[in-house]
């Protein structure tokens, strides 16, 4: 497509940017909707972040979606961020204003609320879940879980304190578990979520015995190469429902793009099959 000289502008900032799919995911949008606008990879280093950001509105961007490593930095150079993105502690998601204000949130909490619910239907109010991990995805899980109405959440890390500090911020719905105790952690559950990088290329597995888990509870791995971890396969194969990583970034791209370009884009097969082709 040709822009013209009034098309819509907006990117992706990360150091180093050439890992990101989001250019070729608001790309497929841009070019199925005819929008006359263009996302561009933005090759930006830590020490030039706040430069870059506040050059957004001279250089005509509408925003930017964000990824490693500026995340948690851009919560403090913004000009207004969402209460729930300071909880999370990281915006992924810049809207520049009509008046040049840069306007931050966390999007990845409601793509991954979302790529579960549409993904297997489940509901806040299913029951209790299992969340493995305290980094930072962790923490974005654990709030959009929370968030979204979740009563009992049960926090497992391979490092206590971690667990500990997470389950502290997150209130009372959030729980402690030992991570040597974490077979047993899984009766009653209705959601396991992996949150770390356990299972994922070139790290080492997830040792998780499913035995106590529910067959009626679903699975979810946030990460999605391999798109079907070891532990989803497991899961898979005594009859859970398992939820891949994959979703979660597709519709964590959704209010971005509908607040830049103007129109709200469709998550469907079609766009997983087009990421998909790029994951190799």
């Not at 841009?30 to 001279?58: F, K, M, Q, S, W």
Request: contains cysteine.
């Amino acid at each position: 497509m040709i822009l013209s000289g009034s098309a819509k502008l907006a990117g992706v900032m990360g150091w180093p940017i050439g890992h990101s799919r989001s250019p070729r995911l608001h790309g497929h949008w841009l070019d199925r909707y005819g929008i006359d606008g263009a996302y561009v990879p933005l090759a930006t280093a830590p020490e030039n972040l706040d430069t870059a950001l506040r050059a957004l509105p001279a250089l005509g961007f509408r925003g930017v979606n964000l990824t490693l490593p500026h995340k948690e930095a851009a919560v403090d150079i913004c000009d207004a961020v969402t209460e729930q993105a300071r909880r999370i502690g990281a915006v992924n998601t810049i809207v520049v204003g009509d008046d040049g204000r840069l306007q931050g949130s966390n999007t990845d909490a409601y793509g991954f609320v979302e790529n579960l619910t549409q993904g297997s239907g489940w509901q806040p109010v299913d029951g209790p879940v299992v969340l493995l991990g305290a980094g930072g995805a962790a923490r974005g899980v654990a709030v959009a879980l929370v968030d979204a109405g979740v009563a009992e959440l049960r926090i497992l890390n391979r490092t206590q304190a971690r667990a500990e500090s997470l389950a502290a911020d997150i209130g009372p719905a959030a729980s402690v578990a030992l991570w040597e105790d974490r077979t047993d952690a899984l009766a009653g559950a209705a959601l396991l979520v992996n949150s770390t990088t356990l299972g994922m290329v070139g790290q080492p597995p997830l040792d998780l015995d499913l035995t106590h888990l529910s067959a009626g509870a679903v699975v979810n791995d946030i990460v999605y190469a391999p798109l079907e971890t070891p532990l989803l396969a497991a899961a898979k194969a005594r009859g859970n429902l398992v939820v891949d990583g994959l979703g979660m970034l597709l519709y964590q791209a959704q209010p971005g793009f509908e607040a830049w370009f103007g129109m709200r884009p469709e998550v469907d097969a079609a766009l997983r099959d087009f990421v998909l082709a790029d994951l190799g």
